[in-house]
């Protein structure tokens, strides 16, 4: 899919790009181009430049095909599953738990959104007592608890409120006496004689439930009800006198008004189609901010090896050395660190660009200020001329100059370290007032609800 997509890129690289097309400052950007000199000094050039800029678009046309592929299942799925069929909603099966369904009632006048709460589906009287006998080898057993058997009781009942696996409710009717409480704990700890408790189980489920039924006086409505609440009456009506069939048959016609019910249309496939382009956008910008930011962490470290940078020239100079010798001698040092650790700093590949220069035969001045323009700080344009002016003149308090510049790069360096831990505190600010919050929620709404 990746060879797709370049190719695709690439073809709107050439269109975006042609000579006269007004989008070409956008995919040509001076600052991107910039940037990746920084980054890279022998290697950015044009052709870097158009590679970096298909690999985005590249990444974009991957991004945009996988959205619109997504918002077309997602359209496909919800326009399939919004019509009901047959007028069936399919109910859970017993120990599912209830399904709240979200409907819409299309009748000729008017569209109704309601929501049914779907119980599950209730066992019937014969499926129930077959499976009675089994039941009760089961909560015998259960009830027993560490107990042997009925003979012989010295542990604790497990009343339970049901076993696993069935689907009858127990309550527990037992009168308290002083060998045991109406939970099945045993008071005594010694008895004279064995004692007989009569303990009955109240098993019920479906029909086998208890029903109380209150005396109410109902009147006439002052308000004439709506067909939302004559359709929700109905389903809930249908739905109890349904719970033993698999699904709810929903009504097809109420009050000789036909009614067409089908499922609410989802959003996902609209919010994929209007993400996706976003996303794009975001991220074709992004890889311009990254690279940004990868030029403001170069110019950082710049100025952190500044001082090391410094000190290490004017000790080699201050040991005799000549400061081709010594630019030399420090270059050295990195290279054969770098092949150990593998890391890369920036200051001291611009002092191994500066010696390929001087090895190619441009002059010492040139060179030196060569160094100074790529590195852009204040700092090193402030070295490069005074090495340079060292070479042009040759001052004899070189040494001087550069320790006293090593002494001052350390003290900025502590500014500048003082500087980021002011700036990590400032980001912890917000976690700690978030965690202040919670503390106060912590202490103030147990106190609050014992007030109440």
């Known amino acids: ?41 022998t290697g950015a050039n044009a052709a870097k430049h158009k590679e970096y800029v298909i690999e985005k678009l590249t990444l974009c046309v991957m991004i945009l095909l996988t959205g619109m592929v997504l918002a077309l299942l997602f359209f496909v799925q919800e326009t399939g599953e919004k019509q009901v069929e047959d007028n069936a909603l399919y109910r859970n099966q017993y120990g599912a738990g209830v399904k709240n369904v979200t409907l819409i009632a299309n009748t000729e006048e008017e569209e109704i959104r ?22 009760y080898a089961a909560l015998t057993k259960s009830f027993l608890g560490e107990n042997s058997s009925q003979d012989a009781v010295s542990y604790d009942l497990n009343l339970v409120a049901a076993v696993e696996g069935y689907p009858f409710q127990i309550g527990w009717l037992l009168e308290e006496s002083e060998y045991m409480d109406n939970t099945g ?24 439930q208890r029903y109380y039924s209150f005396a109410v006086c109902v009147h006439s409505r002052s308000v004439p009800i709506s067909m939302e609440e004559k359709l929700k009456k109905e389903l809930l009506r249908t739905e109890a006198v349904s719970r033993k069939e698999d699904f709810l048959l929903l009504p097809s016609e109420y009050q000789q008004e036909a009614i067409i019910w089908e499922y ?65 001698r420090v270059v050295e040092d990195y290279c054969k660190k770098k092949e150990k650790t593998g890391q890369k700093r920036f200051a001291y590949e611009e002092m191994l660009i500066t010696l390929h220069e001087l090895e190619s035969g441009i002059s010492q001045r040139d060179a030196l200020e060569h160094f100074g323009k790529r590195c852009r700080a204040p700092c090193y344009i402030k070295l490069a001329t005074v090495l340079s002016q060292n070479m042009r003149k040759g001052s004899t308090n070189v040494f001087d100059l ?13 500014k500048l370290a003082k500087k980021k831990g002011e700036q990590a505190g400032t980001k912890l600010l917000f976690p700690m007032m978030i965690l202040l919050a919670m503390v106060m929620i912590l202490l103030i709404v147990p106190a609050f609800t014992d007030f109440i």
């Open 1 to 41: 899919m990746k060879k797709f997509c370049r190719r695709i890129a690439e073809t709107v690289y050439a269109k975006l790009s042609g000579s006269g097309s007004r989008y070409y400052q956008f995919l040509h950007n001076a600052q991107v181009y910039q940037d990746m000199k920084l980054l890279e000094p």
């Open 114 to 135: 309601l929501t049914v709460e779907l119980g599950e589906r209730e066992y019937t009287l014969e499926e129930l007592i077959e499976m009675e006998e089994d039941f």
């Open 185 to 208: 704990h045993l008071l005594k700890d010694t008895l004279e004689e064995p004692v007989i408790q009569e303990i009955v189980a109240d098993v019920g489920c479906g029909e086998y």
């Open 264 to 328: 609410p249309g989802g959003h996902t496939g609209l919010l994929f189609l209007i993400l996706t382009p976003l996303t794009v956008i975001l991220i074709y910008l992004g890889k311009d901010k990254d690279l940004h930011q990868k030029v403001e962490k170069r110019e950082e470290q710049l100025r952190i090896d500044y001082p090391e940078l410094v000190s290490k020239l004017a000790l080699l100079m201050g040991a005799g050395m000549t400061i081709a010798n010594a630019w030399n």
């Open 402 to 414: 550069l320790r006293e510049e090593a002494a001052l790069a350390f003290e900025d360096r502590k």
